[in-house]
């Protein structure tokens, strides 16, 4: 039976940015959540997993001996030699998933005009198919259609190993998952219970964190308080002593003199050990609320400036869509007004990214009035853009990570990084865009490897936000929201 074990794992890319903390956990047979904000450390910790990482302390194990781990990565970018080695592959059960999966080895050939969710299902079949003994797959769900994702659950549902699953998809987490691992300030926390019972409980464990806190904090004020009070009183009778010893009668007896003398002493000692006793109290409530962490979110609300459009057609396509040079749909009308809220709904594969592509290729209007988030950044694209905000003047690059700060990023630890995780890197690229008075936005599967709460604060901006809107999602209640008309590119039979 396979199993996975972290015991005491550490792991800093420098020695000033230490990403896992001393990480324990154990995972038997069945799929694990691992959950977390972006830019928590997730894919680090499947690299330590898989073993393209070396902790820098501590020790992962996995049984048996020579365990096979396939991985499924967040990015889409690369055919892969696995991929391609499972392509030709005319095994029967491989013939079978291929089948199921709607898979034609022929499209290999045309991999860099194929769409992400397309790629995406070449991807996860190719791991599927490994049987491996532990398989970590990265936001499987990202880019596929609904149909696509119900294919997929379902295989990865029938899987019999060790699986670490990262998504932001509740449903997915929710059908697929019986152990919740939340990664926050580099920590995991283990839960029993898919993510919507785990979350339950962890809300609930932190408001009672949250009162004990405020508890500890008013006690440790009282007793500040009360320890002023003291040393105010022990003040007060070392000086009214003092004065007395100088005013005393020079007549009175050496005894009667030191007897006073005695008793003011005493009383003093006595106080000064009420105050002493009273320090204490603060210190050992000030050492349990540093070990009570309370973690801060990340994040606040964002907006996007619009400007009234000075013509009233903005974006338009009308024609076949061409990737590649290949027709992926014979032919669609599109007309972006001033005011058109629009949703482009299809399948993978059905041209929805190309149309956006040509919508804002050839844009009759400023590029710099169009806030543009394609579906996917390579590698190469994401260390592009965050060595461009690096270099930006000092207050534009203050105003860009004032913008991602609200969008939940944490803007040292970006900036500091060789590589910004995907949803760092789209992040980043929103902030950019945001705040310079477009007239439309466009954007490709925005909520693509977005933590919750960041989906949650794009979702009011854009609701609030007053210029037009073109959109692709395959995120129903994201949309539901935020358009008042959709189109479908049915994909050519």
Request: proline residues 5%.
């Amino acid at each position: 039976m396979p199993a996975l074990h972290l015991d005491s794992v550490s792991f800093a890319y420098t020695s000033a940015v230490e990403v896992i903390r001393d990480v324990s956990f154990d995972l038997g047979p069945g799929w694990h959540g691992l959950v977390g904000e972006n830019g928590a450390g997730k894919s680090t910790l499947l690299g330590l997993i898989r073993g393209d990482l070396a902790p820098s302390s501590g020790r992962v194990s996995i049984e048996p001996s020579g365990a096979l781990v396939a991985h499924c990565p967040q990015v889409v970018d690369q055919l892969t030699p696995e991929v391609e080695e499972w392509a030709t592959s005319w095994e029967a059960a491989d013939a079978a998933l291929r089948s199921r999966l709607q898979l034609d080895p022929t499209d290999l050939e045309r991999w860099e005009t194929l769409s992400p969710g397309e790629r995406r299902r070449w991807q996860l079949a190719t791991a599927i198919a490994r049987r491996p003994d532990v398989m970590l797959v990265d936001e499987p769900t990202n880019h596929l259609d609904t149909g696509a994702s119900e294919q997929l659950i379902a295989e990865l549902a029938a899987f019999d190993g060790v699986g670490v699953i990262v998504s932001h998809d509740r449903d997915l987490l929710d059908r697929l998952t019986t152990t919740t691992l939340r990664m926050r300030g580099g920590e995991v926390e283990v839960w029993h219970g898919p993510y919507s019972v785990a979350s339950e409980e962890w809300e609930r464990a932190d408001q009672e964190l949250l009162g004990e806190v405020e508890r500890l904090k008013s006690e440790r004020d009282r007793v500040r308080r009360r320890m002023a009070e003291r040393r105010r009183r022990l003040e007060e009778r070392q000086q009214r002593d003092r004065s007395e010893r100088r005013r005393a009668d020079q007549a009175d007896s050496d005894a009667r003199s030191m007897l006073a003398k005695g008793r003011q002493e005493f009383a003093a000692r006595a106080e000064a050990r009420r105050v002493g006793v009273e320090a204490r109290r603060v210190e050992r409530l000030e050492r349990e609320l540093s070990r009570k962490r309370i973690e801060r979110r990340r994040g606040g609300p964002i907006r996007i400036d619009a400007e009234t459009a000075r013509r009233p057609v903005l974006l338009s396509h009308d024609g076949p869509i061409v990737a590649g040079g290949r027709v992926v749909h014979p032919g669609v009308a599109v007309t972006i007004e001033r005011t058109t809220r629009l949703r482009i709904r299809g399948a993978n594969g059905s041209g929805k990214s190309t149309l956006l592509t040509s919508l804002v290729g050839n844009a009759p209007i400023p590029a710099d009035r169009i806030l543009w988030l394609p579906q996917e950044l390579t590698a190469g694209q994401r260390r592009s853009l965050t060595d461009g905000v690096r270099r930006l003047p000092a207050g534009e690059r203050g105003n860009v990570m004032a913008i991602a700060a609200r969008l939940g990023l944490d803007p040292g630890r970006v900036l500091d990084s060789e590589l910004p995780s995907p949803g760092e890197a789209r992040k980043l690229q929103l902030a950019a865009g945001l705040g310079r008075g477009v007239w439309v936005a466009v954007l490709d599967e925005p909520t693509n490897h977005f933590d919750l709460p960041s989906t949650e604060r794009l979702e009011d901006a854009l609701a609030a936000y007053e210029g037009a809107l073109v959109l692709v999602t395959h995120d129903d209640r994201f949309a539901e929201a935020l358009i008042d008309e959709e189109i479908s590119l049915d994909r050519p039979t």
